[in-house]
C-alpha cells in the first residue's frame, strides 16, 4: 500500500499467520517488529492497554502523519508483530489510499516498508515490484510518495521520549510539543553487535545499494572537491543537484537542490536505488546537515554507507 512516507507491505496485524508472510516476502530478520497502521485515532486504545497522556498530546499534533509512537501493547497483538517485546509502534497515516484500505479491511494492518530487507525503502510502485514481483498478491498504485522517508520514531515507554528513527516528522516539530526529546546515539553511529539497542531495526545494514557508499559531510563544495580527487569511472557520485555537472567521469545521481531538504527526502531512496542499475564499483555521497529534515535524510545516506563517513572542516 501506499502512504505518504513509503510504499508499505501491509497484513492483519491481529493474524499472526498473515504478519508471517510479511516476514517471509521481505527476508526480514526474526526479531525486528512492525508498525501496525490504524485509520482512526480511537483504534489505539483497542491496541494499546495504557494510551501515555504524551501519545494524545503528539497525535492531536501529528496526527494523521509521518510519525510512529511506540507504545505498552495488549492482547490482541500477536507476537508476530512485536517480535516478543511487550511493546508496539502505531501510525496512523495521513495517504487517503492506506487509511481507506485500512478502513476496508475492518482491521490494523501491520506493515514494513515494501523493500526487500536492507535494500532502499521503496517510494514508488515501480521500486516495489523490482523487490517482491512473485512475493506478493498485488500492488496498491498511488503514484510516488510525497514525504519519501519514513515515519519518525519515538518511545514513549521509558522515563523520558525517545527518538529512535527520525523522519519525516523533524525532532524540532517534536521539541514544539514535548519538553524534552532524548536522541538514540544509534541514529548517528554504527552499533556493535553486542549492544541492546532501542530499536531492532537500528543495528541491520539497511538502505544499502550494492556498491560500497562513503559519505562525505559538510560544506557541499568542499565535499565536491574531495570527491572529484578520488572519483574515476567506476566511481557512482549521490549529490546535489547544483552539483550535476561537477563528475564529468563518473555515474551521477542527483537527490534535490542543497537548498531543499523535502526534495531531497522525496529522491534519495530512488538515487540509492538508480545505482544498482549500474555497474559502479564505489559510491561517493554528498549529505545535508542534521536539521530539520535533514537529520532523517542524513541518517538513511549513512546507514547506506554503515557509517563509513568523513567529515570535512
Ligand atoms: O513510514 C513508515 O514508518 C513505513 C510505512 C510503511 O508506514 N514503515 C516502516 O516500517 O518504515 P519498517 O518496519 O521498515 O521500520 C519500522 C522501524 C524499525 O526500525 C523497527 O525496529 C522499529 O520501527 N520498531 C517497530 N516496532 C518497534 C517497537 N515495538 N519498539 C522499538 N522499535 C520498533
Ligand atoms: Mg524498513
Request: hydrophobic residues 40%; proline residues 8%; contains cysteine.
Amino acid at each position: 500500500m501506499p502512504t505518504e512516507t513509503v510504499y508499505g507491505l501491509a497484513a492483519n496485524a491481529l493474524s499472526g499467520e498473515a504478519v508471517a508472510k510479511i516476514f517471509a516476502a521481505k527476508g526480514r530478520p526474526q526479531d525486528n517488529p512492525l508498525i501496525v497502521h490504524i485509520a482512526d485515532f480511537a483504534e489505539i486504545y483497542g491496541l494499546c492497554p495504557a494510551v501515555p497522556e504524551m501519545a494524545e498530546c503528539l497525535a492531536e499534533a501529528f496526527w494523521p502523519g509521518p510519525l510512529t509512537m511506540i507504545v505498552p501493547k495488549g492482547d490482541r497483538i500477536p507476537d508476530e508483530v512485536s517480535c516478543g517485546l511487550d511493546t508496539v509502534g502505531v501510525r496512523l497515516p495521513s495517504h487517503p489510499i492506506a487509511r481507506a484500505l485500512i478502513r476496508e479491511s475492518g482491521v490494523p494492518l501491520a506493515a514494513p516498508s515494501a523493500n526487500t530487507s536492507g535494500r532502499p525503502s521503496t517510494t514508488t510502485a515501480a521500486h516495489v515490484l523490482r523487490d517482491m514481483d512473485g512475493r506478493i498478491a498485488a500492488i496498491l498504485d498511488g503514484g510516488p510518495c510525497g514525504v519519501g522517508v519514513e515515519s519518525t520514531v519515538v518511545s514513549l515507554v521509558g522515563a523520558r521520549p525517545r527518538l529512535l528513527r527520525p523522519g519525516g516528522v523533524t525532532l524540532e516539530q517534536l521539541e514544539t510539543v514535548l519538553v524534552e526529546v532524548e536522541v538514540d546515539r544509534a541514529l548517528y553511529e554504527k552499533i556493535g553487535d553486542d549492544v541492546k539497542v532501542s530499536a531492532p531495526g537500528m543495528k541491520y545494514r539497511h538502505y544499502a545499494p550494492k556498491a560500497p557508499v562513503t559519505v562525505v559531510c559538510g560544506d557541499p563544495q568542499k565535499a565536491a572537491e574531495y570527491i572529484q580527487n578520488r572519483a574515476d569511472s567506476s566511481t557512482g557520485v549521490l549529490c546535489f543537484d547544483e552539483y550535476r555537472e561537477s563528475f564529468p567521469t563518473c555515474t551521477v545521481k542527483c537527490f534535490g537542490s542543497r537548498f531543499d531538504l523535502a526534495a531531497q527526502a522525496r529522491e534519495v531512496f530512488d538515487a540509492l536505488r538508480a545505482f544498482d542499475e549500474t555497474d559502479v564499483t564505489k559510491i561517493y555521497a554528498q549529505c545535508p546537515p542534521d536539521e530539520g529534515l535533514g537529520l532523517a535524510v542524513a541518517n538513511r545516506i549513512k546507514k547506506a554507507a554503515g557509517f563509513v563517513v568523513v567529515d570535512i572542516k
